[in-house]
């Protein structure tokens, strides 16, 4: 949806309401939208936190309140000749210690959002 909706503005990265997406409800997750106003400039945009969600218990091996979230920023030379202005990078939460698996293992393809 981000991808369509920077193609149509040209410029601009949109938040949830701007993309028309709807913030999901869980009793699993919080999910956050951490673009606060209606877009941002997508001319040198740095990595943003796009979305997150956090686990609201422990699930599995994977402590409560770990965090999942996409970045979102200007599409280096590389990714804008594939046709995409914009890049995303996921991330997944690691293990907080050795004798902990960390939270990929939940979401395995996860991290290949964007890819």
């Not at 796009?50 to 965090?67: H, I, M, Q, Y």
Request: aromatic fraction near 10%; charged fraction near 10%.
């Amino acid at each position: 949806m981000q991808d369509a909706y920077v193609a149509e503005s040209g410029t601009y990265v949109g938040n949830w309401t701007m993309i028309g997406y709807n913030m999901p409800q869980s009793n699993n997750f919080n999910y956050t939208g951490a673009i606060q106003t209606n877009t941002l400039a997508l001319a040198g945009l740095q990595a943003t936190e796009g979305w997150s969600a956090t686990n609201k218990a422990k699930l599995n091996d994977c402590a409560a309140n770990s965090k999942w979230s996409i970045q979102v920023e200007e599409a280096q030379t590389a990714n804008a000749a594939k046709g995409s202005p914009i890049s995303y990078t996921a991330d997944t939460p690691a293990a907080t210690n050795s004798s902990t698996s960390d939270c990929s293992q939940l979401t395995p393809n996860f991290t290949f959002i964007g890819q």
